[in-house]
């Protein structure tokens, strides 16, 4: 299960009103999964929040279905104009939608939110098509300074920072590993070298966790 729907209800509107910070890097980050994607594929996105990424992503894809665990944020997203294949639904993470198996899960800045992460990725690889991809970005909080890991607990504690693991990237490729996935891409978009974008690759037999990731171009 996901933590913190409560949080992300009350700050839904909010999140909806906030710019993109780092457009260069968003933008990079779009392109790149949109040549992973293809016009027959199905693609399902989890905790897609208010829905821009999925409406940009959709267009190039047969079915595209996002999901989130947020009332007010699926409510805010089915308000956006978006292609006709695209369909959001109300759900956690973990509850695999009709329509599968996928050809590619997204999962952008929500692996952290999640409670049991090695069950989850067990769940979405049972999802995926023999091949399938995994596309995420994710924050590895565990990988950053003391002094910003006391921060967001401290800020947590008021209410202000949404229940988070405090995941390293080491962690969660081995947890990627362990569930079935070969890590075919690694990169940074932007400045944030702890919010890693990774693309795994749905296999069989399950890897060898101790195994290294690959890496592709140096950051955009």
Request: proline share 8%.
């Amino acid at each position: 299960m996901t933590s913190g729907a409560a949080f992300w209800d009350r700050f839904a509107d909010r999140y909806a009103a906030r710019p993109i910070k780092d457009v260069a890097a968003y933008e990079a980050l779009v392109a790149d999964a949109s040549a992973r994607l293809g016009p027959e594929d199905r693609v399902l996105e989890i905790g897609c929040g208010t829905g821009g990424t999925a409406i940009r992503l959709a267009e190039g894809v047969a079915q595209y279905v996002a999901t989130d665990f947020s009332a007010e944020m699926i409510r805010i997203a089915k308000a956006k104009p978006a292609p006709p294949n695209l369909h959001f639904l109300l759900a956690e993470a973990a509850a695999l939608p009709e329509g599968g198996p996928f050809d590619a899960i997204c999962a952008f800045n929500v692996l952290h939110l999640v409670d049991d992460l090695s069950g989850l990725l067990q769940q979405l690889r049972r999802g995926l098509a023999s091949g399938g991809f995994l596309i995420c970005k994710t924050w590895c909080f565990g990988d950053l300074p003391l002094r910003f890991r006391f921060l967001f607990r401290a800020l947590r504690l008021m209410g202000l920072f949404p229940p988070a693991r405090f995941l390293t990237q080491a962690d969660l490729y081995q947890m990627l590993l362990a569930a079935g996935f070969t890590i075919e891409a690694t990169r940074v978009f932007g400045a944030r070298a702890e919010n890693p974008y990774i693309v795994a690759r749905a296999t069989e037999p399950l890897m060898d966790a101790a195994s290294p990731p690959p890496t592709e171009s140096p950051r955009p």
